[in-house]
């Protein structure tokens, strides 16, 4: 069982980035998707959600209106789409999976399987 995120790198200020998530070895679509996010010195922090038949998604509440995320259930990923970045965005993304209930769908400890990590820096 594997999730391989990719897409991050290096971007300006104001610049867009999207983010991959390709599941493997499990059956993708019984599992909800996470994104959470690390910067340096500080808490993995829990950022958008989508559900397994990708009807409902969530967001923190600070990145609404920037980020969406999406599925793609042929290709067995995950998109985080990041549009108008800014410095503090700059981290290490990681992507989960789970197939605790919803409501459990922002808490990492719910999260069973967990990719790499892509890092993303934004400069000013």
């Known amino acids: 069982l594997q999730l391989q995120a990719s897409g991050g790198g290096l971007v300006q200020a104001g610049g867009s980035l999207r983010l991959s998530c390709a599941a493997s070895?499990?059956?993708?679509?019984?599992?909800?998707i996470g994104w959470f996010r690390q910067a340096p010195g500080k808490e993995r922090n829990w950022i958008s959600s989508?559900?397994?038949?990708?009807?409902?998604?969530i967001y923190t509440e600070f990145l609404k209106g920037r980020f969406t995320i999406s599925r793609d259930s042929a290709k067995n990923t995950v998109y985080l789409q990041m549009n108008s970045l800014k410095p503090e965005d700059a981290a290490i993304y990681y992507c989960?999976?789970?197939?605790?209930?919803?409501?459990?769908?922002?808490?990492?400890?719910?999260?069973?399987?967990w990719g790499q990590g892509t890092q993303v820096t934004v400069s000013s």
């Open positions: 070895g499990f059956t993708f679509d019984d599992y909800h």
């Open positions: 989508i559900s397994d038949v990708g009807d409902i998604t």
């Open positions: 989960a999976a789970t197939k605790a209930p919803w409501r459990w769908s922002k808490i990492a400890s719910r999260f069973e399987y």
